[in-house]
């Protein structure tokens, strides 16, 4: 298992915050009071956050945040895990040293954060981790794990499929195409040249993004195309359409199309991630993680991970 120092200073509690929206510039590592756990809650001593992308897509502009209920000043990340260290009245289900994973709305990029035992992403959410699964890989289930699996039970694949998954080498895309696998299915998945054999070890068949990609989807022979996931925005929905594929069977998490599916953690069964966490724990489903980082450096972890070309989850260390 892993093994965390701590990290903290004596009397001060770290978590990341912004005083103004905007990009990696405006976050700033801060002394806060250390939160309490309240009735039904649980509070947890994080000591590893996952970064994804909804993290600085969402707190970009004051529109944006608004949409997802933010306001200044705020927090930042949302994927964490680490050790209950408080339970508060009426919250059962945990006991102080308990391992747990989970998803706290833009807060989880802290030395604590609090959360109910029976919540959701918006009042925070835990589930007890594996023994056989580490912090840092915990940390990154919760966001692409959830998103992966609602997409995917969006298209109810099967041995009898073969799905085209556009940006297959990114955060959910680890989850997807490997999920896919699982499931049976043939994945074709899209991403740079430079990402192939990295692609092929998550158990896709690489292809090329970008102009021309229907004829080179065509050209590995995989026969038809029954199922497409597109992660990015829209440019895997129309190669998906052109090679026939229903609407009914393609689906998007980062954008609306109509008359095609869209998915995102939101909408995941109740089960999937202790599931997940379980594929992970079995050995049948890995996480890469492409780099880790101290909180003091949180700018630099958000630029690398928000320029889209890292292979792998971008994991802060508390």
């Known amino acids: 298992m892993q093994e965390h120092d701590g990290g903290l200073r004596a009397g001060a509690s770290r978590a990341v915050r912004l005083e103004s929206f905007g990009g990696p510039e405006v976050l700033t590592v801060q ?21 994804n992308p909804m993290d ?43 391992r747990v994973f989970g998803a706290a709305l833009s807060r989880a990029v802290a030395d604590f ?11 925070g959410v835990a589930h ?17 794990g959830s998103t992966a699996a609602a997409a995917l039970d969006v298209l109810d694949l099967g041995p009898q499929d073969t799905v085209l998954v556009g940006g297959a ?3 959910v895309g680890v989850f997807a195409v490997q999920l896919a696998r699982i499931a049976g299915a043939r994945v074709i998945g899209t991403g740079s040249p430079s990402n192939a054999e990295y692609l092929r070890s998550l ?25 497409a996931l597109d992660l990015h925005g829209t440019d895997t929905v129309h190669v998906a359409r052109e090679l026939g594929v229903p609407d009914s069977r393609i689906c998007t998490i980062a954008t609306v199309i109509d008359g095609v599916p869209a998915a995102n953690g939101a909408n995941a069964g109740p089960e999937a991630l ?12 890995r996480v890469p993680i492409a780099a880790t980082f101290p909180i003091e450096d949180i700018r630099a972890a958000v630029e690398l991970q928000a320029a889209r070309h890292v292979s792998g989850k971008v994991v802060i260390d508390l």
């Open 31 to 51: 002394d806060v009071p250390e939160p309490q756990a309240g009735d039904g809650q649980i509070r947890v001593r994080v000591t590893a956050a996952g970064l």
């Open 56 to 98: 600085w897509v969402m707190t970009a502009d004051a529109a944006t945040a608004a949409r997802f209920g933010l306001s200044l000043p705020a927090g930042f990340g949302t994927d964490y895990a680490g050790v209950v260290d408080q339970v508060g009245a009426g919250a059962s289900g945990y006991a102080v040293g308990d």
């Open 113 to 123: 954060v609090v959360v109910a035992a029976d919540g959701n992403i918006a009042s």
């Open 203 to 227: 158990g896709a068949e690489p292809v090329a993004y970008g102009d021309g990609l229907t004829a080179r989807v065509r050209a590995i022979d995989a026969g038809p195309v029954t199922a």
């Open 274 to 285: 202790e599931h997940i966490a379980h594929l992970v724990a079995a050995g049948r489903l």
């Open 169 to 171: 080498g990114g955060g």
């Open 128 to 144: 007890h981790t594996p023994d056989e699964v580490d912090d840092r890989t915990a940390a990154t289930l919760s966001i692409a």
